[in-house]
């Protein structure tokens, strides 16, 4: 584990909230120097803990209305088998979200997609022409209740 103290803490805090603040107003917020907040930005950053400044898009606004989480049984675990579906998985691009689990599923997908007909259509692709993949379960999410990636630090 990478070693932070309560400075960089402060800065992870509030750039997890708005990552586009700016360095002087991160100083003023934690009680250094504009300089000192840019040395942790990028000491944070070559040591992996920052991963990517990126933009939170409201899916909903650019028409991906639904969320479905997909459960997922494979057939195989030999190591190249879940590889190679694990990749499948990574490299398509409405998978929002892929784990490998622990219990009955091996994999848990969350999809932002368009419509119904579009999900069907990945199912296809993903699923069903797919050897290692035995079976899935589908859920639509109904309303989002939470979702985020924010860390309480």
Known sequence: MIE???????????????ARVAQSEL?????????????RLK????NGVIKQYTA????????????????????????????????????????QQCYYVTGEWDFVLIFAV????????LTRELFFQKPNVKRFKT??????AKAGFELPL
């Not at 368009?114 to 259509?121: G, L």
Request: with cysteine; charged share 30%; net charge negative.
């Open 56 to 95: 939170l898009l409201n899916q909903e606004a650019l028409g991906f209305g639904l969320t479905i989480i997909a459960n997922i049984e494979v057939e195989s675990e030999q190591i190249h088998e879940l590889d190679a579906t694990r990749r499948d998985f990574e490299n398509c691009p409405f998978v």
């Open 114 to 121: 368009q419509s119904m007909d579009q999900y069907n259509e």
């Open 4 to 18: 932070v103290d309560e400075f960089d803490l402060k800065i992870l805090r509030a750039i997890q909230k708005d």
């Open 27 to 39: 100083g003023e917020e934690v009680n250094l120097s504009t300089a000192a907040v840019n040395r």
């Open 43 to 46: 000491k944070l950053k070559t």
């Open 139 to 144: 859920l639509v999410a109904m309303s989002k």
